[in-house]
């Protein structure tokens, strides 16, 4: 099973970005699926989360201004950001459990965001 991130990038404040996590490989269902980020010398926060029935929640940090949603077909579930502000620069990774011989979490490789003018 592998999670590919996509999206991020350099952005300048009150800017959008959308992220993007494809699951590949072979599983039998995904759980609940999430984005985090972290900051050098900071501990890891969890963004927004969003169930398998289509449940959300989002850090107080974001509310109103980031959306998740995922794609269940395709597996891919979505951040989209908006009204981006300098302290939203961070590392984002994407986050999924997935059902194999039990539950486990699987994690993509990280995608860059940069709020900045």
């Known amino acids: 099973v592998q999670l590919q991130a996509s999206g991020g990038g350099l952005v300048q404040p009150g800017g959008s970005l959308r992220l993007s996590c494809a699951v590949s490989?072979?599983?039998?269902?995904?759980?609940?699926m999430g984005w985090y980020r972290q900051v050098p010398g900071k501990q890891c926060e969890l963004v927004s989360s969003?169930?398998?029935?289509?449940?959300?929640n989002h850090a107080d940090s974001v509310k109103g201004r980031f959306t998740i949603s995922r794609d269940k077909a395709r597996n891919v579930v979505y951040l989209q950001m908006n009204s981006l502000k300098p302290e939203d620069t961070a590392v984002y990774y994407c986050?999924?459990?997935?059902?194999?011989?039990?539950?486990?979490?699987?994690w993509g490789q990280g995608t860059l965001v940069t709020v900045s003018s």
């Open positions: 969003i169930t398998s029935d289509g449940n959300t």
């Open positions: 490989g072979t599983f039998i269902s995904i759980n609940h």
């Open positions: 986050n999924a459990r997935i059902l194999i011989y039990g539950f486990h979490d699987y």
